[in-house]
Every structure is written in structure tokens, then in C-alpha cells.
């Protein structure tokens, strides 16, 4: 009978993990975000080598500003990271809006093994919707190319495994 019990919390707690959507600035200057979902977030300023991270809801845009000022300007541009969860899965894209003002920055969306990476190919390009399990966290990254020390740990021993 215990054996039954732990077995079912067991698969309670994994059939509701929920992943997150990370948002990592790796360039020089600063990046500006906050959450819309069914409330509007905090804003967030992340200076080179921080991250912001929040856990899914059911359908939230993180929207990411070059500029502190542009957060309250109506039709600035601006980065979507948006993500829809529905059951056990997540749905993902990117794109901009109101002008490419990360052009020629390296972006991108990096996944779990078995889902689709999305990689910022151009001003304009809305990359087509992704759909991974609902337990995945989802990192978009500005200025790829090097990882931040707590993630490089994980990374390199997961490279040694496989």
C-alpha cells in the first residue's frame, strides 16, 4: 500500500512539473523585458550575464525592449518570446514587432533535447510556432556565444555523458 501511495504521488508531481521561460542577456548593454500573461509582470532590466526566468502560465508574451523608456511607448519595437501551455505541452515562438531593433544580434531559443531550437535569422522573420512537453524550459539567449558559469557546469557534463 505505501509503495502504491508514493508511486501515485510520484506521477502527480511529474504529470504537473512545469517547465520555465528563461530570458538571458549575454551583450554588453542592457535588455528590458516584462510579462503580459493575465497580469502584467514586473520589469526587468537584465545587465550582461543575467537571467530572468518565470514558470509557464497558459499563454504569456515576454516582451523585450533595447531601451529602458520604450517599455511605455506605444508601438516600440520590440522582441516577443511568447508561449502558450495547454496539457502537457508548450507551445513556442519568436518574433518582432514595431521594427528590428536587435538586428544583427544573435538570438535564440534553446529547448530540450528532442524539441525544436528556433535561431533569429532576420529583422522581420516570425519563426514558425514550436511544440515541446510542458515540463521543458525554454532559454532565449541575446549575443550567443558563450554561456553564463552556472549553465557551463551543466552543459560540459552533460557533453562528458553523452
Known amino acids: 500500500m ?17 517547465g520555465r521561460a528563461i530570458v538571458t542577456n549575454q551583450c554588453d548593454t542592457p535588455v528590458y523585458l516584462y510579462s503580459v500573461s493575465s497580469t502584467t509582470g514586473p520589469e526587468v532590466e537584465l545587465l550582461k550575464d543575467q537571467s530572468y526566468s ?3 502560465q497558459s499563454t504569456a508574451f515576454l516582451k523585450i525592449f533595447a531601451a529602458q523608456d520604450a517599455i511605455s511607448v ?23 514587432s514595431n521594427g ?14 528532442g524539441c525544436e531550437d528556433l535561431y533569429w535569422s532576420s529583422p522581420k522573420s ?31 557534463f552533460i557533453h562528458m555523458l553523452t
Open 74 to 96: 506605444p508601438n516600440a519595437s520590440q522582441i516577443l518570446f511568447g508561449y502558450a501551455l495547454s496539457g502537457n505541452n508548450v507551445s513556442y515562438n519568436l518574433s518582432d
Open 126 to 156: 516570425n519563426n514558425t510556432q514550436q511544440t515541446c512537453g510542458s515540463d521543458t524550459d525554454l532559454e532565449l539567449s541575446f549575443c550567443t556565444g558563450h554561456c553564463l558559469p552556472p549553465w557551463c557546469k551543466y552543459r560540459s
Open 2 to 18: 505505501m509503495y502504491t501511495t508514493l508511486a501515485l504521488l510520484a506521477f502527480i508531481a511529474t504529470a504537473q512539473a512545469v
Open 54 to 56: 518565470e514558470s509557464y
Open 100 to 113: 528590428a531593433i536587435f538586428a544583427g544580434l544573435a538570438l535564440s531559443i534553446k529547448a530540450a533535447e
